[in-house]
């Protein structure tokens, strides 16, 4: 069969033919008398196998070494492909994130697409201090990215560099709770653990639901950094988390005072009293327990804790008695201050 025949039959040109035989790839077993060159079926078959590995994304050196060598085993081949052509997708997707995330922050002009790829360029630095770097650098012709900083939040594993990053999506206004969210569903309990320390830093309200929304979360500390976001916020749904919180010893004395500022409220004043006084009577074989909550009762407002503590002023449990005393002291001379200095101020009024 002639070279025109075996293009129009295979699909490979002539041309491409021509190179195969220079190339030794596929060289025709015959000639014409005029010379031209004649493919036996050996030869065809041969064609369709280059073409095949080609579509593998094989060169035609590899091709050649492939099906001349006797000792080639396609699963080390097929293996290597697979390889490389992962590294290639991975190269193409950082690629595409990398624009989407340019045409995300809406460049202005070509300072604002040079200083989103410099930050793109330093967050991939295995340098901690680099990365630090490009996350602080001046950003005067661009505001920073917030997805591309609340993505970034997610992987930092150094506290410094998470620390700036968690400053600088602070600053762009509360943008970024979305791609924050969606790390709170991780299984990986390090990614849902800065992602909900880095919501405690956006104020807005779409950041306290997803705060809130973490007070269910299975990791201890999980809970314990939202139950403080969200109580400091006037959130009640951290109630529970933040009695648990003074139970186990866990950031006690953050929560104790975010239950004495929620305590503020009428409405949950005596609903906190009673749920501090209930695990009191619940932890009746551990002193250490009890002591922490009786330290938190007096964190409540005013006085309202003060004929609990007078109680357990003479509690069977010594150390408890101990602190419960000294508290009570403490605030019955706040209360007789309160009234020295009210008393006072009626009088300078009728004077």
Request: hydrophobic share 45%.
């Amino acid at each position: 069969m002639l070279i025109g025949e075996v293009a129009r039959r295979s699909g490979v040109s002539a041309r491409m033919l021509r190179h195969y035989d220079s190339l030794g790839l596929v060289r025709p077993t015959g000639r014409t008398v005029g010379g031209y060159r004649e493919y036996t079926p050996d030869d065809i078959r041969r064609i369709f196998y280059v073409a095949g590995l080609r579509s593998l994304g094989l060169s035609l050196r590899q091709v050649a070494r492939t099906l001349d060598d006797p000792g080639f085993t396609p699963s080390a081949l097929v293996g290597d492909l697979i390889r490389k052509t992962e590294e290639r997708l991975n190269r193409e997707h950082e690629l595409l994130d990398r624009l989407r995330t340019v045409d995300a922050a809406e460049p202005a002009g070509w300072q604002d697409v040079a200083r989103i790829v410099d930050l793109l360029h330093g967050l991939g630095s295995p340098s901690a201090a680099r990365r630090q770097q490009a996350v602080l650098a001046p950003t005067e012709h661009a505001a920073v990215p917030a997805e591309l900083l609340a993505t970034a939040i997610l992987t930092e594993s150094d506290p410094n560099v998470a620390g700036a990053l968690r400053w600088a999506l602070a600053r762009a206004g509360g943008a970024g709770v979305a791609n924050l969210a969606s790390g709170l569903t991780s299984d990986d309990v390090d990614v849902r653990r800065r992602a909900v320390l880095a919501l405690a830093e956006l104020p807005d309200d779409e950041a306290t639901a997803t705060l809130t929304d973490a007070l269910g979360d299975p990791d201890p500390t999980i809970r314990g950094h939202a139950a403080l976001a969200v109580g400091a916020r006037g959130g009640t749904r951290a109630v529970p988390t933040l009695v648990g919180m003074v139970v186990e010893g866990r950031n006690d004395v953050e929560a104790a005072e975010t239950l004495g500022t929620l305590a503020r409220d009428a409405a949950w004043a005596d609903r906190i009293l009673g749920a501090l006084a209930d695990e009191l009577a619940a932890h009746t074989a551990d002193s250490t327990v009890r002591v922490r909550l009786t330290q938190a009762l007096a964190e409540l407002p005013g006085t309202m804790a003060l004929g609990t503590l007078r109680q357990l002023a003479h509690d069977d449990d010594r150390p408890v008695a101990i602190v419960a005393s000294a508290l009570v002291t403490v605030l019955e001379d706040r209360s007789d201050e309160r009234t020295r200095d009210a008393a006072a101020g009626g009088s300078h009024r009728h004077g």
